[in-house]
C-alpha cells in the first residue's frame, strides 16, 4: 500500500479493510499490528485514526452496514405482494412459507459472519455498531398485511380477522420452520405447518 498516492478517504478504507481480519484480536490489538497488516507506518495510519477503537468502530461500522442491506425485508415484502390470489389458498401460503425461509437463511448467513470475527460481546465496539431499528421480518406492518391480503379472498370462511390471522400464520410458521443449522432444510415440511394452520382457522 503507498499512503502518498491515496487521499484522506482512500486510505482510511484501505486500512479498514486490512484490519477487518485483526478485529477478532480486539481489546489487544494495537495500532503497530494494524499499521503492519496495512502495509504502512503508524506515522501514516495515525494521520486517519488516533487509535485502534477507532479502527474498530469503522470496520464494525462498515459490517454493519452491509448487515442493515441483508436484513431489509422490502425485496420479500415485495414477493409476498405479488403471490397471485387467485390459486389456492394452502398454495398462497406455502408460497409465503418459501418466501420467509429464503430471508431467514439470508439473514443467518449475515449474522454468521459477524459472530465468526471473535469480538467479545459487551466491548464497546460491539455496543455502539449494530443495525439501527432492525426487526425481524415477521414483525414488519407490511408483512402481516401481506399475507393478509392472501387470506381476505377466504371472507366468510375465515373465524377471525384476516389481519389477525396473518399475525398467527407467521408466528407458526417461523416456529415450525426454523432451520437448526445451514445444512439443515426446515424442520417441518411447510404443507405440515399449513395444515395446522388451515385446521384451525378454516369452518
Do not use: C
Not at 479498514?16 to 501514516?44: H, N, Q, S
Not at 436484513?71 to 389456492?88: G, H, M, N, S, T
Amino acid at each position: 500500500m503507498n499512503p502518498a498516492s491515496m487521499n484522506h478517504d482512500e486510505l482510511q478504507q484501505a486500512v479498514v479493510r486490512a484490519a477487518w481480519p485483526l478485529l477478532g484480536e480486539y481489546p489487544r490489538l494495537t495500532l503497530a499490528r494494524i499499521a503492519e497488516a496495512a502495509g504502512i507506518t503508524e506515522a501514516d495510519l495515525l494521520t486517519v485514526f488516533p487509535d485502534p477503537e477507532s479502527v474498530l468502530e469503522a470496520a464494525m461500522a462498515t459490517v454493519m452496514t452491509r448487515l442493515s442491506t441483508v436484513i431489509d425485508p422490502a425485496v420479500e415484502v415485495r414477493e409476498l405482494e405479488a403471490i397471485p390470489v387467485d390459486q389456492p389458498l394452502e398454495a398462497r401460503l406455502v408460497a409465503v412459507i418459501e418466501i420467509l425461509d429464503a430471508y431467514q437463511l439470508r439473514v443467518a448467513a449475515g449474522v454468521r459472519t459477524i459472530e465468526q470475527i471473535g469480538i467479545p460481546a459487551g466491548t464497546p465496539v460491539t455496543r455502539t455498531a449494530r443495525p439501527q431499528d432492525a426487526k425481524p421480518a415477521i414483525q414488519l406492518p407490511e408483512v402481516r398485511q401481506a399475507v393478509a391480503r392472501l387470506l381476505e379472498p377466504e371472507g366468510e370462511r375465515l373465524r377471525i380477522p384476516a389481519e389477525i390471522l396473518a399475525e398467527i400464520f407467521l408466528g407458526i410458521s417461523r416456529v415450525g420452520a426454523q432451520p437448526i443449522n445451514e445444512e439443515q432444510h426446515p424442520t417441518v415440511p411447510a404443507e405440515q405447518i399449513i395444515d395446522l394452520f388451515l385446521h384451525g382457522a378454516l369452518r
